[in-house]
């Protein structure tokens, strides 16, 4: 399954650690910096997965948005209209930290027939565009609560001074529905 990454220079820390947890869920992965990561187009057995952030120099992108198979959104910029409507994953718990079950999702998103889907919390239906992972609470279609999409779904962590100990949450931002485990 062979895999190009393609990101920023800014993303580098990141897009290494993208680049190990999709190494781990069987992926043969060439991190590429762009712009080198446009020359020679891709080999149609290999998918090209795209590192996107704030980094990204919109006038300059539009090179590097051809052939792209799954995004992978660093932080809360929207997609260009391009990409917009190709399914991708959100990595909601912060910069640098892949679980290995979105790297398996994203290997899943570029290889549909080769990988088993993992369970994904929520409703997931072919309308689905984005997959949330917020880390040990789990990847996430939609609210399942509300099935509002997974971007209305925002990381949070909390202390509880009660019982002294730190939460990672992941709350609803239509209808305040929450889910949490201990750090």
Known sequence: MHTRLTYQRQDERAAFALADALGRAGADVVPAVWPAAADGAPDPETVVVLLWSAAWDRTAMEPALL???VPVRLDD???PPALAGLRHVRLAQGWGRVSDEAAAMIVRLGFPALVPARPVRGTPTEQTVAISDFGPLGLFASCPRCGGSSERLRPYVTVDHQY?????LVICGACNWQDGCEL
């Open 77 to 79: 910029t929207p997609l």
């Open 67 to 69: 052939g792209v198979h």
């Open 164 to 168: 002294d100990r730190a939460l990672r």
